[in-house]
Each structure stands twice: as C-alpha cells, then as structure tokens.
C-alpha cells in the first residue's frame, strides 16, 4: 500500500507500489502457498497472472509433486469474468471461482473450460470458502487484495498472518481503493497485533503481524 494507505491509483492504469526485491520475495511467499486468492475486481481491473516467475521455484514445488504455480482462486456475486482474462489462460493449476447461487448457471456456461465454479450460496461467506478450499487440499493460502477481500478475511479472523508492504509515496486520492474498507476488526485500540517483524526492502518496508496461533515466523 502507499504511505496513505492505498492498493492503487484512481485511474485504471496499474499502479506499481512494490520495487524488484519486494515482488520476489511475493513470488517466495506465493511459492509456498497451496492457492492465492484475489477477487474479481482486482482481477477484472490488474488482470493478474499470478504465477511462480522463478524457474527454480517452480521446479522445487514440482519436485514436492505440485503444480509450478498454486491453484488460482477468485469469488464473485455478479459473475463479470472474462474467460480470456489472464487469470484464466495461464498456469496449469486449477482456477478456482466462487459463485453466489443465482450467477452460477450464467458463470459455469461463460467460463466453460477454463474454471471449476463452485456455488457458495447467495451470500458468499470467506470462513466456509476457506473450509472449502482446506476440503481440496489447499493448507496455506495467501489472500493478494484487493480490499473487500482483506476486509472480510481480517474482520472475520481468519487470517494467521498479515504481510504489509508500505511504498514510499502518496496517492493522495479517495476515489482510489484502500488497503481495508470500513469494518469492525479484531485489531483494534484495545487489542494490539502483535508485531513480528519489520525488514527494509530497498525503499519499501515490510511489516509482518502474528494474527494467530497458526504463524510460523520462517
Ligand atoms: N496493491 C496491491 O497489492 C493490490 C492487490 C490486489 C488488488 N489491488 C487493487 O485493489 C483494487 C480492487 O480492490 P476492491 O476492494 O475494489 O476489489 P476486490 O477485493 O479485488 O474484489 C471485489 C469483488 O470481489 C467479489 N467479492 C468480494 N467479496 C465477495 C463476497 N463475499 N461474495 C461474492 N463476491 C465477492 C465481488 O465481485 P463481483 O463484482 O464480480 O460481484 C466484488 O466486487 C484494484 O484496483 C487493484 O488494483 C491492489
């Protein structure tokens, strides 16, 4: 996020807020993942590949008998995903969407193919979505935004680990979207999360928070 605490400009234009280190060691932590999860707004406005860029990497995880890249997870109530959309063309591991009931039969028919969607009922809740991905496997999944996904996760409890990475700039405009949105959190005034590391990265810093007794600090 910038120093205001935004995911992105207002314009549609993507705007980069990590520099070179800090987008490897997102590739890392990706790396050690079962699935990554962003929802459909980021994926409609970024249009992400969210693949494993090191080679090494990729054949580390093949050789624990895993796909190059974690299964790719997105959650919609709309349905408005583009089947040509890069979350969907690349990678080899399953992609994975979210539906609430009444899209579903328009969403399975428009992305035929390319996902497996699942029906999530009519309103989509993240506790039973992560239940059912811990059903298919998925053991550690890393949630990449935007927003409203970060909002539910961390006003719902769900997360174990927070990873923020501050830029060293202003946005400087409202009508972008924020890190979280408007909730009632866990952490708060009175209840403070504990702080479990800072490191420099070039000029962006990363903040890492131990949210549950399910942190692993490595
Ligand atoms: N800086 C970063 O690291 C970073 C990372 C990711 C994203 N971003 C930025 O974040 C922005 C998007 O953030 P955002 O908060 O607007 O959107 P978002 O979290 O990416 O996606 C929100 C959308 O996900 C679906 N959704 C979320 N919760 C749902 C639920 N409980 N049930 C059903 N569907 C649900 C809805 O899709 P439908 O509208 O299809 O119903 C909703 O409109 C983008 O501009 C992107 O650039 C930045």
């Known amino acids: 996020m910038s120093l205001d605490g935004y995911l992105d400009g207002a314009t549609v234009k993507r705007l ?12 890392a932590v990706r790396a050690s993942c079962d699935a990554i999860m ?3 707004a980021t994926v409609r406005n970024d249009n992400p590949r969210l693949l494993i860029r090191a080679a090494d990497r990729r054949r580390e995880r093949m050789a624990r008998g895993l796909p190059p890249s974690p299964v790719k997870v ?8 583009d ?13 994975l969407v979210y539906c609430a ?5 328009a969403v399975r028919s428009r992305l035929a193919g390319v996902a497996t969607v699942l029906d999530g009922g009519e309103r989509l809740d993240m506790r039973a979505v992560s239940e059912d991905l811990s059903a298919r496997g998925v053991n550690r999944l890393m949630v ?8 539910q996760f961390l006003t719902e409890d769900l997360a174990d680990e927070l990873q923020v990475v501050v830029a060293p700039f202003f946005v400087g405009d409202s009508r972008a979207s924020r890190f979280v949105g408007d909730g009632s959190f866990p952490w708060h005034p009175g209840r403070r999360a504990p702080l479990a590391e800072v490191r420099r990265i070039g000029d962006v810093v990363l903040l890492r928070y131990a949210l549950s007794a ?5």
Request: charged share 25%; hydrophobic share 30%; glycine share 16%.
């Open 16 to 27: 980069p807020l990590s520099n070179d280190a800090d987008l490897d060691r997102v590739d």
């Open 214 to 218: 399910r942190f692993c600090g490595g």
């Open 144 to 151: 990449e935004g935007g927003g409203s996904l970060h909002t």
């Open 38 to 40: 962003v929802g459909a």
């Open 74 to 81: 997105t959650v919609t109530a709309g349905g408005d995903l």
């Open 101 to 105: 009931s009444s899209a579903v039969p």
């Open 83 to 95: 089947p040509d959309a890069d979350f969907f063309t690349t990678g080899e591991a399953d992609k």
